[in-house]
């Protein structure tokens, strides 16, 4: 049986490897809670949180990109925010076969040139939300709290919708933006319209990381 040395001791590696041995990778939930109508909100730190890389160009090739990302994996995406070393998003599943790992993953590979000279931390943070904190009000207020604010919470503007570099990716709808008048109630229109007919049925084992 092959092994592996590791602090001292041997290590099997007949099987994956235990992400406990390699912790340059962040720890993650099981595969299934990323899929399906998961809701995932994400940070894409930019490498040692380096600066001077956003601006209109990149925003519109962020937009284009997540778009496709939408397209390929079924999503939608009701808040987003690009601050100057990171970026913030929410995902939200529509169709059994999302799967939100895949869709970051190209996200990730398909904005690296537009990066370029910088680059994204080697992964993405990620927060699959509970059913307690998937509630429309405890969502909105996330929303609003954890991405929408952080332009003002950073000082960046004196009004948090002066900020250029936020909005939403809902595919069909390029004006929606979440400081519209009557936005969440828009959006969950759209929501119920748009995701697969049953999705909310899945089960899921117990929480559990991988």
Not at 190 to 197: Q, T
Request: glycine share 4%; hydrophobic share 40%; with cysteine.
């Amino acid at each position: 049986m092959k092994s592996r040395e590791w602090k001292g001791f041997e290590v099997p590696i007949t099987g994956p490897r235990p992400r406990s041995l390699f912790n340059h990778y962040l720890p993650r939930l099981c595969r299934e809670f990323y899929q399906a109508d998961a809701v995932v909100f994400w940070t894409l730190p930019v490498h040692d949180r380096k600066t001077g890389w956003l601006n209109e160009r990149f925003h519109g090739i962020f937009r284009e990109t997540m778009l496709h990302a939408a397209s390929r994996e079924g999503l939608i995406c009701p808040a987003y925010c690009l601050m100057p070393d990171h970026i913030h998003l929410v995902w939200m599943g529509l169709k059994t076969s999302t799967d939100q790992r895949t869709a970051m993953k190209f996200l990730r590979i398909h904005l690296a040139a537009a990066l370029k000279p910088f680059q994204f931390q080697h992964q993405a943070y990620d927060h699959v939300l509970i059913e307690e904190e998937r509630m429309k009000s405890k969502f909105v207020s996330a929303c609003v709290e954890y991405v929408l604010l952080n332009p003002l919470k950073a000082e960046l503007v004196t009004k948090p919708y002066e900020w250029p570099f936020l909005g939403a990716v809902v595919p069909g709808y390029p004006a929606c933006h979440p400081y519209s008048e009557n936005y969440w109630p828009w959006f969950w229109q759209r929501l119920a319209k748009m995701k697969e007919e049953g999705i909310e049925r899945r089960k899921l084992p117990p929480r559990a990381m991988e």
